[in-house]
């Protein structure tokens, strides 16, 4: 694809290294040992989130706590186990196109411009090339989730401008998970806001950036979770 010609080739390598280990981590977890070999291709998942993370210093640990999030809200909507694990590993996924996105960017204290916030935004398209690259269904399968992680129930998200239902499930998901996240920790262009005001901002989303009825799951794990 013509976004690959853009990718910088030891960022390449690494990513392919890691995800040709989790493909045969995969493989063998599929036929050897499932309960043990899908623990350790999590951790595999998690160590490449977290590897990514490295270079957005307001993201360490956001993938972990995306996906609990995520995989909470799956559960209290009814969504299968089988589905569940789905969507906890596009949450891990969901920013490995980040690696295309020069640091600067990525860490800037002070507001994008237009042609910044046009080149962050291609970080969905790529991280879903990057899966779907992946000769393998396990992987590849995740493609549309991470595609569609930034779209808008109203069709004002992006890159496709889908909306509603033509939004898949689990991207809806995490769209509200991973604002939640990023709204209560530190980034380069703002400070951490308390719990209550992430969750004004969610409830006012509700029908426009979110699928109501994820807002409202999300909003029973949330209280549930703090009440712990």
């Known amino acids: 694809m013509e976004m690959f010609s853009q990718w910088n080739t030891p960022v390449i390598l690494a990513v392919g290294i890691a995800l040709v280990i989790t ?31 490295t270079r957005d210093s307001g993201t360490i640990g956001h993938a972990r706590r995306v996906a609990d999030y995520a995989v909470a809200v799956a559960e209290d909507l009814g969504i299968d186990k089988k589905e569940q694990l789905k969507i906890e590993y596009a949450a891990l996924l969901r920013d490995i196109g980040k690696v295309n996105v020069p640091a600067a960017l990525l860490n800037k204290s002070t507001p994008l411009t237009v042609e910044e916030w046009e080149h962050v935004k291609t970080h969905s398209q790529i991280g879903a090339e990057m899966v779907q690259a992946v000769p393998f269904p396990f992987l590849s399968y995740l493609s549309d989730i991470i595609l569609h992680h930034h779209e808008c129930w109203d069709g004002s998200g992006y890159p496709d401008n889908l909306q509603g239902e033509e939004i898949p499930l689990a991207s809806r998901i995490l769209a509200v998970t991973t604002d939640y996240d990023a709204i209560t920790s530190d980034r380069p262009y703002h400070e951490s806001q308390p719990h209550e005001v992430a969750i004004a901002q969610i409830k006012s989303g509700r029908g426009t950036r979110y699928d109501p009825a994820v807002v409202d799951a999300f909003l029973r794990v949330i209280e549930s979770l703090r009440n712990r």
Not at 25 to 44: C, G, W
């Open 23 to 53: 493909l045969g981590s995969t493989y063998y977890s599929t036929f050897y040992q499932p309960r043990k070999m899908e623990r350790a291709y999590k951790r595999a998942l998690y160590a490449l989130a977290a590897a990514v993370e």
